[in-house]
């Protein structure tokens, strides 16, 4: 392999710590609401909620507001929210094709966010930075809402767990998505919420959270060094680590038994 081509210099906390921070509050979350989502076999809501969120800010985007600014926040929040109340009365009317209805409201969502972007000359790169995220550029300003929101949605979670009902779970997970969708994009979004899960599905009840954020911790650091040293989309790459990782994990966890 030629060094010369490896990126060595950019493996400095500058970079990467913020971006790791990032990544480690999103899993803090999607990691145990993952494992709720798979538990109840609503995988793609996850998606759904996050181009929700995601059409949230292109409208602000639509509308001039500025970006990180505090409408933009409202307007995803707002979005999400509103999603997460269809998806509530979805499931009890048409609980038989929840699936299939979470899908079609992704559908929407997206073309609804490329026909807003149809006239953006920035549209392409815009919508690309909600799919794939910036996670190499989050900065620290971004991260305390992001940990102040994270410590109120694990409060609620681990200690309202059990009364929060179907109305207070979509509501809490239209919250984690809407804060988690523009740090890291769509893509990572649902791959934290969805690949852990898959990882330690057949584990003991008492392992599946700590050994899905170990698994996710090892796959963002992983992910960030590598698309750090070869110049990679930190997003892609991330993805990729968590499905490898998720399978090495699972294979030890087997050859153990």
């Given at each position: 392999m030629n060094l010369n081509m490896l990126n060595l210099d950019t493996l400095n906390l500058s970079i990467l710590g913020p971006a790791m921070l990032a990544g480690l509050l999103v899993l803090a979350t999607h990691v145990p609401l993952g494992q709720q989502v798979l538990k109840r076999g609503i995988v793609f809501i996850d998606l759904a909620v996050a181009q929700i969120a995601a059409l949230g800010v292109i409208a602000a985007d639509a509308m001039g507001w500025e970006p990180q600014g505090l409408q933009v926040q409202v307007s995803a929040i707002l979005a999400a929210?509103?999603?997460?109340?269809?998806?509530?009365w979805t499931e009890k009317r048409w609980p038989e094709v929840q699936e299939?209805?979470?899908?079609?409201?992704?559908?929407?969502?997206?073309?609804?966010?490329?026909?807003?972007?149809?006239?953006?000359?920035?549209?392409g790169e815009h919508l690309k930075d909600l799919l794939a995220g910036q996670i190499l550029w989050v900065s620290t300003s971004q991260l305390i809402p992001t940990a102040f929101i994270t410590?109120?949605?694990?409060?609620?979670?681990?200690?309202?767990?059990?009364?929060?009902?179907?109305?207070?779970?979509?509501?809490?997970?239209a919250l984690a998505v809407t804060a988690s969708v523009q740090l890291v994009g769509v893509y990572l979004v649902f791959s934290s919420l969805i690949m852990p899960a898959i990882a330690v599905r057949n584990w003991p009840q008492s392992k599946k959270v700590m050994g899905g954020y170990l698994i996710g911790a090892i796959a963002y650091a992983l992910g960030l060094a590598l698309s750090a040293i070869f110049d990679l989309p930190s997003g892609?790459?991330?993805?990729?680590?968590?499905?490898?990782?998720?399978?090495?994990?699972?294979?030890?966890?087997?050859?153990?038994?």
């Open positions: 929210m509103l999603g997460a109340l269809l998806l509530t299939a209805l979470i899908g079609a409201i992704f559908v929407l969502a997206a073309s609804a966010g490329i026909l807003l972007l149809a006239n953006n000359p920035h549209g410590s109120l949605i694990l409060g609620l979670w681990f200690g309202l767990k059990e009364r929060l009902g179907r109305t207070g779970f979509y509501m809490l997970f892609a790459v991330i993805v990729w680590c968590l499905a490898a990782t998720g399978i090495v994990c699972n294979l030890l966890a087997n050859l153990s038994k």
